[in-house]
Structure formats: C-alpha cells, structure tokens
C-alpha cells in the first residue's frame, strides 16, 4: 500500500504566530513532525505552506515543500492545491498529518492509510482514543467523535455529547458508566480525488458554528471511518501551554 504524506504548514496561525518555526531542542517544529511522517514509510513526503520563512527552513533540513496560496481557510483546501499542483491521480491516498504534530507515532499515520486502503468505498478515514477524565468531554479543545456501530462518524463536536442527564446534571460531574467518550485525532485519510470535491463544496453551517471542517462531510452525506488509535496520539500544539510540554517531553527523550 503506498501513500502521500501531506502537511500543512500555516506561518500565520491565530493562536501561535509563526507556530511552525518555534524551536523545539533545537529544531523548528515541522521539522519534528516531517520526521514522525518520514518513519512511516510513504512514497512521498510534501510540507505544503503560505510562508517563504517556512519553505526556506523545511528545504534546508531536505524536505520537499508545496508553496500553497495563503487564503485557505483549512488544511484540506491547501492539501487540494498541492493535489492539483502535484497532478496526484484521483485514487491516490493522501495522509492529512498536521504541521503541529511534532510528536504524531509513525504507527498511527500508516493506520489511517491502511484503514482507508481496506474500505474500498470509502473516501475519507480517521483516528479516535478513549476520554478518561470528565474535564476533557467539557473541554471545548478537545473534539468529541460519535460512531455507529459500523465505526462510521455520526457527529464530531466540541460540546460534552451525547449529554449523559444522570451524571452531568449534578453539581460534581462524573463520567457515565455506560458510554465510553472519544476524543478525535486530527489525523485524516482521504482520496485525492474527494479532496477536490470536498473543497467544491461550500462552507456548510454546522461547520461554521462548531469551526470543525470535517463537519462539511457529513452535511453532505459523506461516511468517515472512525478507527480507535493503537497507540496513544502524543500531544498536538494549540497553545503556548501545549508548546511547553511539548518542549519538556521531546528534551527529556533526547
């Protein structure tokens, strides 16, 4: 099975400006990240970025970068363009890793390439792990993923859903002893040639609402495979806090 690994890179981040290029031991973030994609045995490596500053860093460390237009409002629409940029044929298997990964298991990046791989009909393919605390089902951060019973997307949100009545309307709240909450991993698989259609597609309005753009799929009645994770996700950077331990972590392992 061979895949297209594709990272986008945005130097113009709302939370972290220049978030790509803060150092981490040593090196900018994406270079981490492109190191995690590289030890996962796709055919092609393609950093796709709006910023001259990030091209210049990931070609001096030997990747290969995609110079994308800067007003994409997501990772998919710039993962489009390089689709088009590239001529990538329309069942190709591309790999969304996102440029803010730095500690993303090459295992879990070969999953979702395999996952989509093995469903024929299927266009797009992702990644879940288990919420074990109550606090991270009210985390707005952390996205919550509902699945059927097939292991399809039936709803990704930031709210505390399904909303458990008999131990969230407490005054401490608990977890229900019936229901297993799952946090989504930004990690996606999709075809390249529903990549195209994806971003043909306006903007719907749960996508809006909740700023979630996988959201715009299943608006239009697309399935996503929601695979459970084999390994634990490591932590993504969103916020200073996350760059911190994040820092912490990588110097202690190195």
Same mark, same amino acid.
């Given at each position: 099975?061979?895949?297209?690994?594709?990272?986008?890179?945005?130097?113009?981040?709302?939370?972290? $400006?220049?978030?790509?290029?803060?150092?981490? +031991?040593?090196?900018?973030?994406?270079?981490?990240?492109?190191?995690?994609?590289?030890?996962?045995?796709?055919?092609?490596?393609?950093?796709?970025?709006?910023?001259?500053?990030?091209?210049?860093? &990931?070609?001096?460390?030997?990747?290969?970068?995609?110079?994308?237009?800067?007003? $994409?409002?997501?990772?998919?629409?710039?993962?489009?363009?390089?689709?088009?940029?590239?001529?990538?044929?329309?069942?190709?298997?591309?790999?969304?890793?996102?440029?803010?990964?730095?500690?993303?298991?090459?295992?879990?990046?070969?999953?979702?390439?395999?996952?989509?791989?093995? $469903?024929?009909?299927?266009?797009?393919?992702?990644? &879940?792990?288990?919420?074990?605390?109550?606090?991270?089902?009210?985390?707005?951060? +952390?996205?919550?993923?509902?699945?059927?019973?097939?292991?399809?997307?039936?709803?990704?949100?930031?709210?505390?859903?399904?909303?458990?009545?008999?131990?969230?309307?407490?005054?401490?709240?608990?977890?229900?002893?019936?229901?297993?909450?799952?946090?989504?991993?930004?990690?996606?698989?999709?075809?390249?040639?529903?990549?195209?259609?994806?971003?043909?597609?306006?903007? &719907?309005?749960?996508?809006?609402?909740?700023?979630?753009?996988?959201?715009?799929?299943?608006?239009?009645?697309?399935?996503?495979?929601?695979?459970?994770?084999?390994?634990?996700?490591?932590?993504?950077?969103?916020?200073?806090?996350?760059?911190?331990?994040?820092?912490?972590?990588?110097?202690?392992?190195?």
């Amino acid at each position: 099975m061979g895949f297209v690994v594709i990272i986008p890179a945005r130097y113009e981040s709302s939370r972290l $400006h220049g978030k790509p290029l803060m150092d981490i +031991a040593g090196k900018p973030m994406i270079q981490w990240t492109w190191q995690q994609a590289k030890q996962s045995g796709a055919s092609r490596i393609v950093i796709a970025t709006e910023s001259e500053a990030v091209k210049q860093a &990931c070609e001096a460390f030997g990747a290969e970068v995609c110079m994308t237009s800067s007003s $994409h409002q997501s990772g998919t629409e710039r993962i489009a363009e390089v689709v088009e940029t590239l001529g990538l044929g329309d069942d190709e298997i591309i790999v969304n890793v996102q440029g803010d990964e730095p500690m993303l298991p090459p295992a879990l990046i070969v999953q979702v390439a395999d996952g989509l791989s093995t $469903h024929e009909t299927v266009q797009m393919a992702t990644l &879940c792990e288990p919420i074990e605390d109550v606090e991270t089902v009210f985390d707005p951060h +952390a996205v919550k993923v509902i699945r059927n019973q097939q292991d399809f997307a039936l709803n990704f949100t930031r709210a505390p859903m399904p909303w458990s009545r008999d131990t969230f309307s407490n005054e401490s709240a608990t977890l229900p002893h019936n229901w297993h909450y799952k946090r989504h991993i930004g990690l996606y698989a999709y075809r390249a040639g529903f990549v195209k259609r994806y971003v043909a597609w306006p903007e &719907c309005d749960l996508e809006h609402v909740e700023r979630l753009e996988q959201l715009r799929v299943l608006w239009h009645g697309e399935d996503i495979l929601v695979l459970d994770a084999l390994c634990d996700a490591g932590i993504g950077v969103d916020t200073q806090k996350d760059l911190d331990k994040v820092r912490q972590l990588i110097s202690q392992k190195a």
